[in-house]
């Protein structure tokens, strides 16, 4: 493993900006960097020591500190205000509804489903705000998987240098 210079060349590897488990490094015959964990490009500006991720829209923007990347703050890769109000609406309206109308209509008193209303509306819930952070993993790329089998893989091979003795 190579020691990353303090600026950007092709001919280094580098930490992943994305996955951080990874190394990018140059590829062949292009202007890009792959990295060899999660497999994805990103496309290179030496000029301005930056990286950007060329599998997303918009494509997300990393910056070479010398030893550790920054995020991009370029406009384009946050979401706007107008994104986030219609996510806290669609995570928050749908449960009010079906728990106003189970408070409004209540189940009657001594049956067997008095709890159903409340499951039911936390239900609710917890599907449109699954449905929100999936979305909003999904944009920015975050890689959720990727960082759940690179710890199982570690803890296999820590579980393996263990049996070992």
């Known amino acids: ?7 950007l060349d092709y001919r280094e590897a580098y930490p992943c900006p994305l996955c951080r488990r990874g190394q990018i490094s140059g ?31 918009p494509p997300l923007t990393w910056r070479w500190q010398g030893d550790r990347w920054q995020v991009g703050s370029s406009d ?25 109308m189970a408070y409004l209509f209540p189940p009657l008193s001594g049956s067997g489903l008095q709890w159903f209303p409340i499951v039911w509306t936390g239900m609710t819930f917890l599907a ?19 960082y759940w089998q690179t710890r199982q893989l570690r803890w296999r091979s820590r579980l393996a240098r263990f049996a070992r003795g």
Do not use: K
């Open 1 to 7: 493993m190579s020691v990353p210079s303090p600026s």
């Open 27 to 57: 590829l062949a015959l292009t202007e890009a960097f792959g990295c060899v964990t999660c497999n994805h490009i990103f496309t290179a500006n030496l000029e301005r020591q930056s990286v950007q991720l060329a599998d997303s829209s």
């Open 76 to 100: 384009r890769d946050r979401l706007g205000w107008e994104v986030w109000l219609v996510a806290i609406a669609f995570t928050l309206l749908p449960p009010t509804i079906v728990g106003t």
């Open 128 to 146: 449109h705000f699954s449905l929100v952070a999936w979305l909003i993993l999904e944009y920015y790329q975050i890689p959720v998987l990727l």
